[in-house]
């Protein structure tokens, strides 16, 4: 990955050999498996193991040249503090203006734009969740066929509302998050909520006055299930139908429309991630990202565990030095928040990253932030929060894969790009997820639920730069409804999961 590297990774299906010799002459003294480094010279004993130009370890043992190196044979750096970081320092960003880009999208009356037109039902608390998922089946069967421009019917389920310390500090978190996710741009401003009655999340606590923007005479609308007129589990399901209805035709009245690239608000996250991730599927994103900010769009990236050891990267290409601090802050919350837990960021790392070869905590994050790009970062929302600008926002955010998509919904997501290198299923019911493959035998194995084989840049059959291009395209195409990712014809996706750092009583 950078000339000072003194390990690769082997990228042959099925690995390498011990006693295979590399063009260069290096012979392979041990099997090393696909997606694994091998010592390109010999490491000594607490030598710095680098790839990307960066420490990823320090050798435990001696390390012969030719030898595969794993995180067994690897001492993980400490993290950076965070006290003496670059604030703003990076070179001035010259990439030209993109102009001209457009796709076909649903206009909403607060400026933002759906790349989908559905209604979702907006739960106060998990006890009301099979009541809505039973209506919700009923509305797309009986109602839906008479709105064909509503692209969906979704229920807004998570496990949060009771049984919680709701004023305690951090609570605020779940609360902000389940409220900026109703106001989602694919939800076209229809605000429809399920309350059970005697949660302590109260529809008017999650949404009070002023929140949402109200039609003349008109007030929230909910439907508690423990009011007197619902009588019966069916008394609750008409009633739930009966408030659909005036949505669900406000919805089927919207078209889409031409509008500026602009107006896309792109999430990038990685999940089953693998050796491959920052070499093809990563870096391939970061293109299309530094695309999407010169055409005037926004990207948000995450997980901050999974950067954590490229802050000092981050910070330098922050556009202010207030910016750089901001990041710095939401680190250090969330090393207090790891440490409350006795836990540090080397937890993160799963056993099909170490498989897929990734050593640790380091080495996955130096290829994780390469799905941010070169732009500059202008802005910092911490977990919950909704964007406010346009640009490259770092949207702080555990790096569980279902807890980071239901955080970067509430910032605003209209689309969301996803890269796996060692497979999985994961999807979203809000907006259209696009899956990228690190491999091509995974994007050829898993071929009806990847949507772009990123793997094409270890085969050389195309560069980081066709591939940028690529997924931007198809992103517009995904957003103007001409295609549908795989979750979306297969309707697969993750339930929401709220952040909650705060107690449960």
Known sequence: MHAADNVAIVANDGGLPAGTVLPDGLTLVDRVPQGHKVALTAIAQDAAVLRYNVPIGYALKDIPAGAWVHERLLHMPEA????????????????????????????????????????????????????????????????LPRYPNVDDVIGLEHSYGCGVAIDAPDAIIPIRTLRNITLNPNFGGEVMVVSLGCEKLQPERLLPAGTIPLRAGESLDVVCLQADQHVGFMGMIDAVLAAAVPHLERLNARRRETVPASALVVGVQCGGSDAFSGVTANPAVGYCTDLLVRAGASVLFSETTEVRDAIAQMTARATTPEVAQAMAREMAWYDAYLARGQADRSANTTPGNKAGGLSNIVEKAMGSIIKSGTAPISGVLSPGEKLQHKGLHYAATPASDFVCGTLQLAAGMNLHVFTTGRGTPYGLAEVPVVKVA??????????????????????????????????FHLLLDVASGRKKTWAEHWKLHNALVLFNPAPIT
């Open 80 to 143: 950076c503090a965070l006290d003496q970081l670059p604030q703003a320092t990076a070179p001035r960003w010259d990439a030209q203006p993109l102009q001209g880009y457009t796709f076909e999208g649903y206009r909403n009356a607060d400026g933002s734009v759906g790349t989908r037109n559905i209604l979702a039902i907006t739960t106060t608390v998990q006890c009301v969740a099979g009541v809505v998922d039973f209506a919700v089946q009923r509305i797309k069967e009986q109602l």
């Open 438 to 471: 690190t491999r091509t035998e995974l994007a050829r194995r898993w071929h009806d639920l990847m949507d772009l084989n990123a793997g094409r840049i270890a085969d050389g059959d195309a560069t980081i730069e066709d591939m940028g291009w690529e997924l």
